[in-house]
């Protein structure tokens, strides 16, 4: 068990480009999350994954955003026509869950983007 | 939708100090976590603590779901527990976190 990965680590982007983050979870982890973090802030969540189905998404994720769990494994996050706004600290989570119950989550070490 | 407050928002103490951490929720929670963030951005877990208390080391931790408050305690401070602590409540689908205690131990 290797932990929650995320790649990249770091992403130097212009406005107007797109860019994709991709979020590895914990090997038998079923739900995924996706948060973004700004500066001074606590990390906001964005969405939801029960193995592939994408349950919950934040009104923060507006249509320039889309996340993808194919297989229920890995989850990407993909930021079209990036803004300055955009800049900010991307966070993945997973947890193991069955049923209602709501289990202990574990993060990923970020990616921090950063959009000139 | 539900209001998570931590405070104090700062907190600076010497070394070997003792100090008490607060997370209040405005409503019913299915569970609660506390982290550490790391200078580098990484959230490290601390404590699941849906309720009861629960010790590890110097750190130990108390949810009263009932009062919709949790507490951290860290005793005998070193620099190395610098960093901001965050509360996280569970809801449906996902996790709220507070605003985040932000801490400097001084040597």
């Known amino acids: 068990d290797t932990g929650v990965s995320q790649n990249p680590r770091h992403k130097i982007t212009k406005r107007g480009q797109n860019v994709t983050f991709r979020c590895d979870p914990i090997?038998?982890?079923?739900?995924l999350y996706w948060y973004r973090q700004t500066l001074g802030q606590g990390p906001e969540f964005l969405t939801y994954f029960q193995n592939e189905a994408q349950l919950e998404k934040s009104r923060l994720l507006s249509d320039r955003f889309s996340a993808e769990r194919p297989k229920g494994s890995f989850s990407t996050l993909e930021i079209q026509r990036t803004e300055q706004g955009d800049s900010a600290m991307y966070l993945c989570?997973?947890?193991?869950?069955?049923?209602?119950?709501?289990?202990?989550?574990?993060f990923g070490p970020g990616t921090r983007l950063t959009v000139l | 939708g539900i209001q998570v407050e931590q405070s104090p928002p700062d907190l600076i103490l010497q070394e070997g100090a003792n100090s008490t951490l607060r997370c209040n929720f405005s409503d019913s929670v299915n569970n609660l976590q506390w982290f550490h963030q790391n200078p580098w951005g990484q959230l490290i877990n601390l404590f699941y603590?849906?309720?009861g208390t629960k010790q590890n080391g110097r750190l130990s931790a108390t949810t009263v779901a009932t009062e919709r408050y949790s507490l951290l305690y860290i005793s005998s401070s070193q620099t190395t527990d610098s960093g901001v602590y965050f509360c996280?409540?569970?809801?449906?689908?996902?996790?709220?976190f507070g605003t985040g205690t932000r801490l400097k131990v001084l040597a």
């Open positions: 603590i849906p309720s």
């Open positions: 090997s038998e982890h079923n739900r």
């Open positions: 996280a409540v569970g809801v449906p689908y996902k996790y709220i």
């Open positions: 989570a997973s947890s193991l869950a069955q049923g209602q119950t709501y289990n202990e989550q574990f």
